[in-house]
């Protein structure tokens, strides 16, 4: 048998923004992933990560936090389901950054992105899968 989890309903506001900012960033890297990957110009690459997987990383992460300084989470022993979170979501960042910068030096040449920003984002996307586990799995 399995029993629900109840949450005060002022959890609702910042779990709901985590998620959305999650799914999002998901749905942005993956699309930027098969963009690179095929082939197409630099200059869309560079658009799906900057008006997409950018906001959707810092709205993923600032209701990450939001949640889990409301849940009690943030201590000095925090659980290692959010410990993960972290160890993914900071790296995920710089290939993300570094990713877009080079989509964007590519785009200003008129060219397609490199090889080095589908490795970026894929390893951005594994890294996100990793997290999407950890919180849907909570390893203790």
């Known amino acids: ?13 910042p779990l709901l923004l985590h998620i959305l900012g999650a799914t999002a960033l998901v749905g942005a890297l993956v699309t930027s992933l098969v963009l690179a ?8 690459t560079f658009r799906t990560l900057l008006w997409a997987a950018v906001p959707a990383w810092i709205l993923m992460y600032a209701g990450g936090l939001w949640i889990a300084d409301k849940e009690g ?26 990713a877009t910068v080079l989509a964007w030096l590519a785009a200003r040449k008129g060219g397609t992105a490199s090889r080095i920003v589908t490795v970026l984002v894929a390893v951005a996307v594994l890294l996100a899968l990793v997290a999407v586990w950890a919180m849907t799995t909570k390893p203790s």
Not at 2 to 12: Q, T
Not at 37 to 44: E, K, Q, Y
């Open 37 to 44: 990957g095929a082939g197409a110009p630099a200059r869309t």
């Open 73 to 98: 989470l943030n201590g000095s022993n925090p659980p290692d389901w959010i410990d993960i979170g972290n160890m993914t979501a900071e790296p995920a960042s710089l290939a993300i950054v570094v």
């Open 1 to 13: 048998m399995m029993l629900a989890v109840m949450r005060p309903d002022e959890f609702n506001v």
